[in-house]
């Protein structure tokens, strides 16, 4: 029986501890057009608009949390802690170690400043 109210008094130290407030939504405001089938680098995220398809992927690495380098001519991004690889357009891992894809944040297209509408 001890064990059990040892168990009741321990989860909700548990619950507590490990309890994370949720973040609140940022929006944040592109005040330039991009290039055709060009690309926009932020500190958080990179802003992708290519054949009529725009989308934005987080810069930080799924492994560790580094912030991830943007390779143009490779079309992937890599981080500088791990290597580990991601596809520019699928945010799916190419290599590891990292084994979750990276975050996409929503993406609203307008046609005057702001011109682009990112969500993190």
């Not at 190419?94 to 509408?117: H, Q």
Request: hydrophobic share 40%; aromatic share 12%.
């Amino acid at each position: 029986m001890a064990g059990l109210g040892s168990l009741a008094l321990i989860y909700p130290i548990c619950r507590f501890v490990a309890f994370k407030v949720p973040r609140k939504p940022t929006l944040v405001n592109i005040a330039k057009p991009i290039l055709t089938n060009g690309y926009l680098v932020e500190s958080d995220f990179v802003l992708f608009d290519r054949n009529g398809r725009c989308w934005a992927l987080s810069r930080k690495c799924t492994h560790l949390g580094c912030k991830l380098t943007y390779h143009e001519d490779q079309d992937i991004f890599e981080c500088p802690c791990h290597q580990s690889q991601f596809h520019a357009e699928t945010g799916e891992v190419r290599r590891g170690p990292a084994v979750k894809p990276l975050v996409f944040f929503p993406v609203e297209k307008r046609e005057s400043d702001p011109f682009y509408v990112v969500t993190t």
